[in-house]
C-alpha cells in the first residue's frame, strides 16, 4: 500500500511538469512554423523577431545545450544572414554547430547542415578561403549518413560547385555539375 501511494504522489508531483513542457515544446513548434511562414513571405525583421522568441522558448524548456536550442540558432542566424547581418549571423551558427557537435556527434547529419550553413555565410560574405573546409566536410558527413546520391548531397554540391566558379576552379565545378545533374535526375 505505502508503495502504491508513493507512485500516486510521484505522479502527482511529476505531471504537472510533464504537461508544462509538453506545451512548452509545442509553442516552441507553432513559433517555428510561423518563422517558416514570415520567411517565406520574405518578412525577414517580423521573422526574426518571432524566432528571437523561440530560441527563449528553447532555451527555458530544453536547456542551453539541446539540439533544439541548436536549431533555433540556425533559424536566428539563416534570418539575419538574409538580411546581410553577417555579423550577427556568424556567433549563432558558430554555437548551433557546437551543441549539435556535442549533443549529436560530429558526424551526425545537423553537423552537417550546420556547416553548410557556414559556408553559405562565408560565402555571402566573399570569405571564399573559409567556405571550402566546411562544405566538403558537410558532403563527407552526408554521404557517409545517406549515401552518394541523396538530396542533402545534391545541395553541397551546387554549393561547391558555385565556389569553385568564384575562385576559378573551373574543372573542379564542371565535375561537381556533372554529379549533381546525374543526381537529380535520378530522383
Same mark, same amino acid.
Given at each position: 500500500m505505502? $508503495?502504491? &501511494?508513493?507512485t $500516486?504522489?510521484?505522479?502527482? $508531483?511529476?505531471l504537472p511538469? +510533464?504537461i508544462?513542457a509538453?506545451?512548452?515544446?509545442t509553442?516552441?513548434n507553432?513559433?517555428n512554423?510561423?518563422?517558416?511562414? !514570415?520567411?517565406? %513571405?520574405g518578412?525577414? =525583421?517580423d521573422?526574426a523577431?518571432?524566432?528571437?522568441?523561440? @530560441?527563449?522558448?528553447?532555451?527555458r524548456?530544453?536547456?542551453?545545450?539541446?539540439?533544439?536550442?541548436? +536549431?533555433?540558432?540556425?533559424n !536566428?542566424? @539563416? &534570418?539575419?544572414? =538574409? %538580411?546581410?547581418?553577417?555579423?550577427?549571423?556568424?556567433?549563432?551558427?558558430?554555437? /548551433?554547430?557546437?551543441?549539435?557537435?556535442?549533443a549529436?556527434?560530429?558526424?551526425?547529419?545537423?553537423?552537417? %547542415? =550546420?556547416?553548410?550553413? !557556414?559556408g553559405?555565410?562565408?560565402?555571402s %560574405?566573399?570569405?571564399?578561403?573559409?567556405?571550402?573546409?566546411?562544405y566538403?566536410?558537410? @558532403? /563527407?558527413?552526408? *554521404? #557517409?549518413?545517406?549515401g552518394? #546520391?541523396h538530396?542533402?548531397? !545534391? +545541395?553541397?554540391?551546387?554549393?561547391? =560547385?558555385? &565556389?569553385?566558379?568564384?575562385?576559378?576552379?573551373? #574543372?573542379e565545378a564542371?565535375? &561537381? *555539375?556533372e554529379?549533381?545533374?546525374?543526381?537529380?535526375?535520378s530522383?
Amino acid at each position: 500500500m505505502r $508503495i502504491y &501511494l508513493r507512485t $500516486i504522489l510521484l505522479v502527482a $508531483i511529476c505531471l504537472p511538469f +510533464t504537461i508544462n513542457a509538453f506545451a512548452q515544446k509545442t509553442l516552441w513548434n507553432e513559433l517555428n512554423a510561423k518563422v517558416i511562414i !514570415l520567411y517565406q %513571405q520574405g518578412r525577414y =525583421s517580423d521573422a526574426a523577431n518571432v524566432a528571437k522568441e523561440a @530560441l527563449k522558448v528553447a532555451k527555458r524548456t530544453f536547456g542551453p545545450d539541446h539540439p533544439d536550442v541548436a +536549431t533555433s540558432l540556425n533559424n !536566428l542566424a @539563416l &534570418l539575419y544572414r =538574409s %538580411q546581410g547581418k553577417y555579423d550577427e549571423a556568424e556567433p549563432l551558427y558558430k554555437r /548551433a554547430l557546437v551543441i549539435y557537435e556535442k549533443a549529436l556527434g560530429k558526424n551526425h547529419p545537423q553537423v552537417a %547542415q =550546420s556547416l553548410n550553413n !557556414l559556408g553559405l555565410l562565408y560565402y555571402s %560574405q566573399g570569405r571564399y578561403a573559409r567556405v571550402e573546409p566546411f562544405y566538403k566536410r558537410a @558532403l /563527407a558527413i552526408w *554521404e #557517409d549518413a545517406f549515401g552518394p #546520391d541523396h538530396p542533402d548531397v !545534391l +545541395t553541397v554540391l551546387e554549393n561547391m =560547385s558555385e &565556389l569553385y566558379k568564384n575562385i576559378g576552379k573551373e #574543372d573542379e565545378a564542371k565535375r &561537381l *555539375e556533372e554529379r549533381a545533374k546525374i543526381i537529380r535526375s535520378s530522383q
